[in-house]
């Protein structure tokens, strides 16, 4: 029996669209187990326990790759990730069945071997980088192969979640983007990535907030985000001014060093239609773990 255990991830961090990703402390867990025959899955909504699960389609894929197939097989889950929240829940899905297939079998293949498979499987590599090697990391994809560095960032930093009720496709967070950009607007971007990385590494509140903003994808989004007005003007009342869209959204994320922010932001989110979970949450520097029980 292996358990795997996978952090959430926050993608694209302001102007490093489908490039910057952070691992945070917030875990799903998965365990694999051999049995005679079949599939039995634990631990999800019942629409999930069938072979379209993904963590059992990333699990099937590695297991070709070793050459094993898969004949009874038992996948218990700890789902602590908000699904379709832009959390990273889809990553740490098929991270999950990857290392757990490649511990199960005693497979031989190293972790950037299945940061690739992985990578194919969800098909951009923002989330999967740092739900593999943890920490903050930037990621590029040459010649269909992927590739992520990873940055220092200030143990400083927190980052304040707001989780709303409702979900958002990244299909269509995707589609209502635009087809070509504005030279000025790639060259506004491809600055502050450069400079947002220093300011996180630094800890430098002031740059971060400067360096945060983007012309590549969240004004478009807004509009699939309820209330995202509202509760943006609330965190600024509240003293943040370092405000992103988590991935492709619905989740809002403050960057952080006051620990009081949650409560100051607290009645104000609770007057508002929607219910928004708040939640503090650190930098997880490990990545993906793999226990053998
Ligand atoms: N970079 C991706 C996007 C993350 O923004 O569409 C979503 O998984």
Known sequence: MVKVTAPATTANIGPGFDTLGLALKLY???????????LIIEGCPDIYKNKKNLV??????AAEKLGKKVDGLKISMKLNIPVSRGLGSSSACIVGGVFGANALYKGRLTRDEMYE????????PDNISPCIYGGLTASLIENEKPYAIRYDISNKLKFCALIPDFKTSTHEARKILPKTIDFQDAVFNLSRVAVLLKALETGDMEMIRIALKDKLHQQYRGSLIHEWDEVKAICVKGGSQAIFISGSGPTIMNITKDER??????????????NW?????????????????
């Open 28 to 38: 799903n867990e998965y365990t694999f187990e051999e049995i005679d025959k079949g």
């Open 56 to 61: 059992y389609r990333s699990f099937v894929a």
């Open 117 to 124: 498979l992985a990578v194919m499987l969800e098909g951009h």
């Open 261 to 274: 922010f949650p409560v100051r932001i607290k009645e104000g989110m609770s007057r508002l239609k929607h």
């Open 277 to 293: 979970e708040i939640k503090m949450l650190e930098t997880d520097n490990t990545g993906a773990k793999v226990e053998i029980l």
